[in-house]
């Protein structure tokens, strides 16, 4: 595997490739890996000759400095991590490349970017999350770009956003991998304390109740709200939604597919997880 930091060096890589018509997978990702991302790396090496993978840690997508400066980064160990998987380049480029100065350019999803996510880290977010996913397109232009369910408004976003630019690119989301006790595998999990780690717990254990509520035949949900948000007393919650996976509208009723999306402070840490749900009829 070889370590890329330029936009040119990449391009003229790709360049080879192509020649050959090799199909090209891209995951890009902020690094601090874990076995979320090696699940999409994977996914790529299945399905690709050529495996980029961009670890780049976006300062457009932050609304808070402190936030960006806390962001775990062990770029010599997601390398090795990465080199382990077969991945053929790790895309690692510096700030500056990325956003020379005069920089001035953002690409933003209107309504979509501006609830639940949007609405808790600042407009500016799904514009940073945009900017930079267009950016990584153009230069790597990729057959098949992997993203994670866990991050499911950013997956509606980008989707929305390939679809109204005409980006010729495939986007795949893969589902999210979690601790054998539940927890969404997250880079920012490493700053849970013991007992915060515990009440981190309950992110996935609401999601869990709304799944069973649904499963036992509950449709209304106001009432699976109820439910979920009942395991949420410890931990200070942002938001907890129940809405149309496809356009984030609210759903009253649950009598088709159901995200339900949470976001909590635990401790230090800001946490989000969702689940899907998709009811079928109850036996009676
Ligand atoms: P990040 O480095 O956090 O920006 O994540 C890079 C990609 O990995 C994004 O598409 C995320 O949605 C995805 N991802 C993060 N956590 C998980 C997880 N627990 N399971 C699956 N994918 C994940």
């Known amino acids: 595997m070889r370590t890329i930091r330029t936009i040119a060096e990449l ?3 790709l360049k080879r490739a ?3 018509e090799m199909t090209v997978g891209l995951v890009p990702t902020m690094g601090a890996f874990h076995a979320g991302h090696h699940s999409l790396m994977r996914a790529a090496r299945a399905e690709h000759d050529e495996v980029i993978v961009s670890l780049f840690v976006n300062p457009a ?3 808070d400095a402190g936030d960006l400066a806390a962001y775990p ?5 997601d ?3 990465a080199a382990e998987l077969g991945v053929d380049v790790l895309f690692a480029p510096p700030v500056a490349e990325i956003y020379p100065p005069g920089f001035s350019t953002s690409v933003q999803v209107a309504g979509l970017s501006e609830i639940l996510e949007g609405a808790e880290r600042g407009p500016g977010h799904f514009a940073g999350v945009c900017t930079i996913v267009t950016k990584l397109l153009n230069i790597v232009g990729p057959d098949v770009a992997y993203f994670g369910q866990k991050d499911a408004q950013q997956v509606a976003v980008v989707k929305r956003m390939v679809r109204d630019l005409d980006i010729p690119v495939r986007l795949e989301a893969l589902p999210t991998v979690r601790e054998p ?3 969404a595998l997250s880079s920012r999990n490493v700053h849970l304390g013991p007992d915060d780690r515990i009440r981190a717990l309950a992110l996935s254990r609401a999601l869990k109740a709304a799944e069973d509520a649904v499963a036992g035949g509950e449709r209304d949900a106001r009432r699976v709200h109820e439910i979920a948000a009942a395991q949420l007393r410890d931990v200070d919650a942002e938001y907890l939604a129940i809405v149309d996976p496809a356009n984030f509208d609210a759903l009253t009723t649950i009598d088709g597919r159901a995200l339900v999306a949470v976001a909590a402070h635990v401790g230090p840490v800001r946490l989000i997880d969702n689940v899907v749900l998709q009811p079928v009829p109850v036996a009676t």
């Open 79 to 81: 390398a090795a991590e």
């Open 181 to 183: 006790d539940g927890l």
């Open 18 to 20: 192509r020649g050959q």
């Open 11 to 13: 391009r003229g890589y």
């Open 73 to 77: 980064r062990n770029e010599s160990q």
């Open 61 to 63: 997508q932050f609304n």
